[in-house]
């Protein structure tokens, strides 16, 4: 009778289990470029924050975006346009990003 070798064994060792995650809310990134090109937004900067200056819209709009999260976060900056934008009812079938609801 001959004799078995020793079993193999396979294992993953050394590799960490990632934590299911499916329902925590996830930190907002707003591009803030794009959101700068809508003229929405481009009129919520100008009358929050008057474009006094010779830029243009759309770069007085992306400074002013870039400031507001600096200071509030992207997602509480958004929030703020977004608000804006319901409240101003000028796009009733718009979302503040410009897309047909």
């Known amino acids: 009778m001959s004799q078995k070798p ?9 590799i960490e289990a990632k934590p299911v995650t499916m329902n925590d ?5 707003v591009n ?12 919520f900067a100008q ?3 008057s474009n006094r200056s ?9 400074e002013f975006a870039v400031h507001q999260a600096n200071k509030h976060g992207d ?4 929030e703020v346009y977004a ?9 009733p079938n718009e979302t ?6």
Do not use: N, Y
């Not at 809310?25 to 990134?29: A, E, F, I, L, R």
């Not at 997602?75 to 958004?78: G, L, N, P, R, S």
């Not at 608000?83 to 796009?91: D, T």
């Open 54 to 62: 010779d830029k243009d819209a759309e770069t007085f709009a992306f």
């Open 32 to 43: 803030w470029r794009r959101v700068a090109q809508l003229p929405p937004f481009q009129m």
């Open 6 to 14: 020793p079993p193999i064994k396979v294992s993953a060792e050394g």
């Open 47 to 49: 009358e929050s924050a």
């Open 25 to 29: 809310p996830q930190p907002k990134q």
């Open 75 to 78: 997602e509480a900056a958004f």
């Open 96 to 101: 503040p990003m410009g897309e047909p609801k």
């Open 83 to 91: 608000a804006w934008h319901e409240k101003k009812g000028c796009w």
